[in-house]
């Protein structure tokens, strides 16, 4: 069965930092571009970060640069997000998706497996 699964969301004070976890199962994260996208509240899903496995490429929105960094742990089949300096309007629910290409990076409508979200909450 082909699986993503969220984890390391939570509460945390503005400035704070966490480390959100998304891990694979049934295929090899390391043939796959994968994104971190994000909803908050009331708004319109959004890509957050993106990182190709496969040529080690990123991009990031312009309200992650400088502060949240995808990375991959291709031995865990794991991707991560961690992110710093955090603010209140960070809070949302944090998706990861996987799309098939060697390429390729991440555009919402062209992610082939989701993860169910993992909530991030900032505030005092």
């Known amino acids: 069965q082909l699986q993503l699964v969220e984890s390391g969301g939570g509460l945390v004070q503005p400035g704070g930092s966490l480390r959100l976890s998304c891990a694979a199962s049934?295929?090899?994260?390391?043939?796959?571009?994968i994104g971190w996208f994000r909803q908050a509240p009331g708004k319109e899903r959004e890509g957050v970060a993106c990182i190709n496995s496969f040529t080690e490429m990123t991009n990031y929105a312009d309200s992650a640069k400088g502060r949240l960094t995808i990375s991959t742990d291709n031995a865990k089949n794991t991707v991560y997000l961690q992110m710093n300096s955090l603010k209140p309007e960070d809070t949302a629910v944090y998706y990861c998706?996987?799309?098939?290409?060697?390429?390729?990076?991440?555009?919402?409508?062209?992610?082939?497996?989701w993860g169910n979200g993992t909530l991030v909450t900032v505030s005092s």
């Open positions: 998706a996987a799309r098939g290409s060697l390429q390729a990076m991440c555009t919402m409508e062209d992610m082939d497996y």
């Open positions: 049934g295929f090899r994260l390391s043939y796959y571009a």
